[in-house]
């Protein structure tokens, strides 16, 4: 399998602790099958249907979500991914390692793994799974808002490091950073509006007291300063607020007067 390294061992990220790391798969302590990309985050299995394991570069913290989206799937085998936790070191591994995370590496003790139900094995599906301060096991997909629960028995005393078995079905898989995807999905559900005025620049105000918003502060104050008048309702303008495009995405526009929403003519 190689020496026993991961990315950044040298580095050491500029000094930053190994849970604070961004986490990727172990580049060398992996199943005969896999093939990996530059990234250590995108990895698929050469042929059959086994020999699939892959762990994570450095251990994981409680409550760490590990988002894994399923790249590409092979119809001619049965089952698919299996995800779980190990409290014994990948680089304590020597020789190959066995073909399947279930049952071959559970049964050597100090890991803890599952097979994934159907609905969770399709293309382009995205899976979360973390571990609490119990040793429970939960996941969440793209697909379904409620979080399920996998498995129990995992040791929170130890280290902890995901493995992944790239099983059956489930051809080729690529890890996630949680952090970016839900940022993505706040931009996809709040994108920014254009002034509905000139179509120009962003729309960034809101007119107060009737809480209109759609218009940048050019035009806003070109209103103010002549019909004084929303034109949306008609209504008088007392205010133009500024709107940040973090207070906006965040859900806070009715927050007046807090620090998000910057008076800008009174």
């Known amino acids: 399998m190689g020496a026993c390294i991961s990315p950044s061992d040298d580095e050491s990220e500029g000094g930053l602790e190994a849970s604070h790391r961004p986490l990727c798969f172990h580049p060398s302590i992996k199943g005969s099958q896999v093939v990996m990309d530059e990234s250590c985050c995108r990895v698929r299995r050469r042929d059959t249907f086994h020999d699939g394991i892959v762990f994570s570069n450095r251990p994981v913290e409680l409550y760490e979500k590990v988002t894994l989206k399923?790249?590409?799937?092979?119809?001619?085998?049965?089952?698919?991914?299996?995800?779980?936790?190990t409290w014994r070191d990948p680089c304590l591994h020597s020789g190959h390692l066995p073909p399947?995370?279930?049952?071959?590496l559970v049964s050597q003790g100090k890991t803890r793994a599952c097979v994934l139900p159907d609905e969770y094995i399709g293309e382009d599906t995205i899976l979360s799974f973390w571990v609490d301060s119990w040793g429970c096991v939960f996941c969440n997909t793209n697909r379904e808002d409620q979080e399920a629960f996998l498995f129990s028995g995992v040791s929170v005393k130890s280290p902890l490091w995901v493995v992944v078995d790239v099983y059956g079905r489930t051809k080729e898989v690529q890890l996630l950073d949680p952090a970016s995807l839900e940022s993505q999905e706040r931009t996809e559900e709040n994108p920014v509006e254009d002034c509905m005025v000139c179509f120009a620049s962003q729309a960034s105000t809101m007119m107060?007291?009737?809480?209109h918003t759609g218009l940048c502060f050019r035009c806003s104050l070109k209103i103010f300063t002549t019909s004084g008048r929303c034109p949306l309702c008609w209504e008088k303008v007392k205010k133009i607020l500024g709107i940040s495009v973090l207070a906006e995405n965040r859900g806070l526009l009715s927050r007046l007067g807090k620090s998000e929403c910057v008076p800008y003519l009174r």
């Open 208 to 211: 107060f007291p009737c809480h």
């Open 100 to 104: 399947f995370v279930c049952p071959n």
């Open 70 to 85: 399923i790249l590409q799937e092979d119809q001619k085998w049965q089952g698919g991914l299996r995800v779980g936790f």
